[in-house]
C-alpha cells in the first residue's frame, strides 16, 4: 500500500469512531484540495450526510471536527472544518520522515506492487522484413517496451511478443526486386537496409510497368505453393532483414520473449476460415473469395481469404490470436497498434468469440497515432521515411557535439557512449510523453535539448543529483527537519505520488503518465535547488537525505521508459 493510501485508511479508522460516520466510506471521499491553503487532504462526506440529516454541510463539518481524535502516528499537524469540508494539513516533520525512510529502504522496488496471478502478453513493434524499421515503428515500440515494464513493475507477468511480418505481397515484391537486379549480392550495407532498398525500387519500377504487380501477385502465389524457388530466396532475404532488425533492438535494449511471424499462421488461419464458413459466420464469393459475415455484430462484413487461395492479414492474425491464449495460457492480450487499425482488430476480436473463445473479450487495443514530421507524413515505399537507425545515429551526432563542449577532457570512447543513451533517451521519450492516441509532431532539434520537457532534461536532473551527493562526500542520514521550507514539502508531496501514478498508469495503459510525473517531479527539484543551499546549509544532512531519494524516484521512473543514465552530461 502506498503511503497516501496508508494515511487515508487511517484517517478512516479514526474518523469512524464517530458515530455519525461509522457507516461511512470516508476514504473514497479523501482528496487533494484544489488549494493548497485548504490542506494537504479533504474530505466532503458532510454534503453526503445534509441530506441524510437535513442540516447544513457547514453545521455537520463543525460538529464532526469537534469529536475527531486523531492517533499520534497519523502524519497530520491539524484540521479544521470550512465551508462544509473537513480540511487535514500533514505534519510534515512526520511525513518526510515516513516517506524518506520508505523510499530509502525500497529502492529500486519503491512504487512497485506485489505480484498477481494475471499473465498478461503484450504485442509491439511488428516491424515488417521487407524494410528497416522507421520512427513510427519505434512508437510503437517504445510504447509496448514501456507499457511491458510498467505492468511489470505492478506485479503482473508479462509476455513481450513481437509479432513480424514475414510474408504477403510487400515481400513478393522485394523478392521479385531481387530476382530481377539483385544478382545473387549480399548485402554491402547494414542488411535491413539493404532489403529496404529493393522494396522502394519496386515502386520505382511498377511506375514505369505496371504489369510488375501482377508479377509480384504471382510471385506470392508460388511462395504459398512453396515453390522451391521462392522459397529459397525468401529465406534469405528474410535472414538478412532480421539480422538488420535485431542490431537494432540490441542497440535500443529493447528484448522480446517471443518471436511471432506471419508465415507461421497462413496454414492454421485457413483452417480456421474454413470453420467459420462451417458455422455459416462466413460465405463464398463467385470468385472464391471468402467473407466474414459481420454487419448483425455491427462491424462491416470483411474478406478473409482471396479468390486465389492466398492468405491476407485477417487469415493469419485470426490464428495467431487464438494460439496466444491457448498456448500461452495467458488472461489478457495487448496489441499495440496504429488507431488506424481499430475497425480492423474489432473483427478480429468478434471473429475469434464467434469461433467459440470466452478470453476473446480479454483481447485489449491499445491505439496510438502517427509521428508527423514538420513537412508531413511519411512513406517507406515512397523512401521519405525517416530511418530509426538514421535518426538514432543525428541525434546522437548532436548530443556528441554538447557533451564535447561540457566535458572536452573526457576521452572519445566516453562521449560516444554518453552521446548513445542521451540520443536513444531523446527518442524514446519524445515519442512516449505524448498521450498514445494523438499524433507526435517530431523535430530532432527539439527533442536533444539539454532543458524543457525532454528526455536529456530528465537525465541531466539525475546527473546533477549524483553529482551534488558526490561532492558532498561525508554526510549522516538524516529523515527529518523541524521546518520545512515551501519547496520541500512540495518535493516530498510529490514523492509520495509515484506509486499512485505507477498504478494509474499500469491500469490505464498509459505510459505518458510516467513521462508526466518525472517531468514534474525533476522541474520541483531544480526549484529545489536553486532555493535550497544542500551542501553548504545547516541542514545538509536532510537535504542530502531528500536529494537521493529524489534520485531513486527519477531513477525508477526513467528505468519504467526505458532510459538510460549517462554518467555525465
Not at 521487407?130 to 508479462?158: C, Q, V, W
Not at 510497368?209 to 524457388?229: C, F, G, M, S, V
Not at 482471396?306 to 485477417?314: I, Q, S, V
Not at 468478434?350 to 508527423?372: D, F, R, S, T
Request: glycine residues 4%; charged residues 30%; proline residues 3%.
Amino acid at each position: 500500500m502506498n503511503i497516501l493510501d496508508k494515511i487515508k485508511q487511517d484517517l478512516e479508522k479514526d474518523l469512524k469512531k464517530i458515530s455519525l460516520l461509522k457507516h461511512e466510506n470516508i476514504q473514497q471521499t479523501l482528496r487533494k484540495p484544489p488549494q493548497s491553503s485548504f490542506g494537504d487532504l479533504s474530505t466532503g462526506i458532510c454534503f453526503k450526510l445534509a441530506k441524510k440529516l437535513k442540516k447544513s454541510p457547514n453545521q455537520i463539518a463543525e460538529e464532526i471536527s469537534k469529536k475527531i481524535k486523531l492517533s499520534k502516528k497519523i502524519p497530520v499537524s491539524k484540521f479544521e472544518a470550512k465551508d462544509g469540508y473537513i480540511n487535514f494539513f500533514f505534519d510534515y516533520e512526520k511525513l518526510s520522515e515516513l516517506t524518506l525512510k520508505t523510499i530509502l529502504k525500497q529502492k529500486e522496488k519503491y512504487g512497485s506492487s506485489k505480484k498477481k496471478k494475471e499473465k498478461i502478453m503484450i504485442e509491439f513493434s511488428q516491424p515488417n522484413t521487407n524494410k528497416p524499421m522507421h520512427i513510427g515503428h519505434a512508437r510503437n515500440t517504445f510504447l509496448g517496451d514501456s507499457l511491458s515494464n510498467i505492468l511489470e513493475f505492478s506485479g503482473y507477468k508479462i509476455t513481450r511478443a513481437n509479432y513480424l511480418g514475414d510474408t504477403g505481397l510487400h515481400i513478393a515484391k522485394v523478392i521479385l526486386m531481387y530476382k530481377m537486379f539483385g544478382k545473387n549480392k549480399k548485402p554491402d550495407i547494414k542488411p535491413d537496409h539493404f532489403i529496404g532498398n529493393l522494396y522502394i525500387k519496386f515502386e520505382k519500377e511498377a511506375k514505369k510497368n505496371p504489369d510488375l504487380t501482377e508479377e509480384a501477385k504471382e510471385i506470392l502465389r508460388r511462395y504459398e505453393q512453396e515453390d522451391k524457388e521462392i522459397i529459397k530466396i525468401w529465406k534469405k532475404l528474410r535472414e538478412w532483414a532480421l539480422k538488420g532488425l535485431n542490431e537494432t533492438y540490441r542497440r535500443l535494449k529493447i528484448k522480446f520473449d517471443v518471436d511471432f511471424f506471419e508465415s507461421e499462421f497462413e496454414k492454421e488461419g485457413k483452417e480456421y476460415v474454413k470453420k467459420l464458413l462451417e458455422k455459416k459466420i462466413a460465405h463464398k464469393l463467385k470468385d472464391g473469395a471468402v467473407v466474414a459475415d459481420l454487419e448483425k455484430y455491427g462491424l462491416p462484413s470483411t474478406i478473409i481469404l482471396r479468390a486465389d487461395g492466398t492468405a491476407l492479414y485477417h487469415t493469419k492474425d485470426l490464428a495467431l490470436g487464438i494460439k496466444k491464449f491457448e498456448k500461452y495460457k495467458i488472461d489478457r492480450s495487448i496489441y499495440v497498434v496504429g488507431s488506424e487499425q481499430k475497425m480492423y482488430l474489432k473483427q478480429i476480436f468478434k471473429m475469434i468469440e464467434l469461433l467459440g473463445y470466452k478470453k476473446a473479450n480479454q483481447c485489449y487495443h491499445l491505439p496510438y497515432g502517427l509521428v508527423m514530421l514538420p513537412e508531413g507524413k511519411m512513406s517507406s515505399r515512397k523512401g521519405n521515411a525517416v530511418l530509426l537507425d538514421n535518426m538514432l545515429n543525428e541525434l546522437k551526432h548532436l548530443a556528441y557535439k554538447k557533451v564535447e563542449k561540457n566535458n572536452p577532457n573526457l576521452s572519445a570512447q566516453e562521449k560516444n557512449i554518453i552521446s548513445e543513451k542521451i540520443a536513444i533517451g531523446a527518442l524514446k521519450y519524445a515519442l512516449v510523453k505524448i498521450s498514445p492516441e494523438r499524433n507526435v509532431l517530431f523535430n530532432k532539434k527539439d527533442v536533444i535539448k539539454f532543458e524543457g520537457n525532454t528526455g536529456p532534461y530528465l537525465q541531466y536532473s539525475n546527473v546533477r543529483i549524483n553529482s551534488i551527493l558526490k561532492k558532498a562526500k561525508r554526510w549522516k542520514q538524516n529523515l527529518k527537519n523541524e521546518k520545512l521550507t515551501k519547496q520541500e514539502k512540495k518535493l516530498i508531496n510529490k514523492l509520495i505520488e509515484f506509486p499512485i501514478v505507477v498504478e494509474k498508469a499500469s491500469s490505464d495503459y498509459r505510459p505518458h503518465y510516467i513521462c508526466n510525473y518525472i517531468y514534474e517531479l525533476s522541474t520541483i527539484f531544480n526549484e529545489f535547488y536553486h532555493a535550497c543551499p544542500v551542501i553548504k546549509s545547516e541542514q545538509k544532512d536532510f537535504r542530502l537525505t531528500l536529494t537521493k531519494a529524489t534520485g531513486i524516484v527519477i531513477e525508477n521512473g526513467l528505468n519504467l521508459l526505458g532510459i538510460e543514465i549517462p554518467n555525465k552530461m
